[in-house]
């Protein structure tokens, strides 16, 4: 059921998810849930699961403190195409039994839960997931956050030994990210994507 991004524990999970409330059956409300950090591999496990969904214009349920600007674009669009409302919440899943085929990582759909806008948040790069819905929605105790753009350049520092014109020895001395200006043609493309 699950699509993982990243080798982090907080990597974004993916999933479409059915109200777990029996008294609902057989007419249950499905959504999409997102949770965790957005790589450059989220998108392509967006694509997925809305091919999952068939075309259907299931909600959107995201929590994500933020992670690749340009996979946050990317999926902004994919749900802007698809028509979907975005709604900054969490998803509590129910447990899975031993053997569930539905909680295999292969499956994309099958999971029951309930949504929870308490503790959920939406950061960073996530802003611009939400900003792709053609609605957004966030329970009022819910977190959205913004910030300053940030550049880094990572400088490395090596010693090399040289003899008779060959390298024989390479030693790292240090490894230090340093902070860059962000260029105009960042902040050009955000007002692009907004505008």
């Known amino acids: 059921t699950e699509a993982k991004t990243g ?3 907080s990597a974004m ?3 479409i998810v059915r109200n777990a409330s029996a008294s609902c059956e057989p007419d249950c409300a499905e959504w999409i849930s997102a949770e965790g950090d957005i790589t450059a591999a989220t ?3 967006l694509r997925k699961v ?3 969904a068939g075309g259907r214009k299931l909600p959107f349920v995201i929590s994500s403190g933020g992670g690749d600007v340009t996979a946050g674009y990317v999926m902004g669009r994919l749900i802007r195409r698809a028509g979907l409302e975005v709604t900054v919440g969490r998803t509590r899943l129910l447990p899975c039994t031993a053997n569930a085929r ?3 990582v292969a499956q994309a759909k099958g999971r029951y839960g309930w949504t929870d806008g308490a503790s959920s948040y939406c950061y960073s790069a996530c802003v611009f ?3 792709g819905g053609i609605a957004r929605h966030a329970d009022p ?3 959205i956050g913004v910030h300053q753009f940030t550049s880094t350049q990572i400088v490395t520092r090596w010693l090399n030994t040289v003899q008779n014109g060959r390298l024989i020895r390479r030693q790292l001395l240090s490894v230090r990210r ?3 200006d962000t260029s105009p043609q960042i902040y050009l493309r955000t007002a692009d994507y907004f505008g």
């Open 50 to 52: 809305l091919k999952a």
């Open 178 to 180: 340093v902070a860059v």
């Open 7 to 9: 080798a982090r524990s």
């Open 13 to 15: 999970r993916i999933l």
């Open 141 to 143: 105790r819910s977190s």
């Open 43 to 45: 998108p392509g496990l």
């Open 102 to 104: 539905a909680c295999s």
């Open 129 to 131: 997931v939400l900003a």
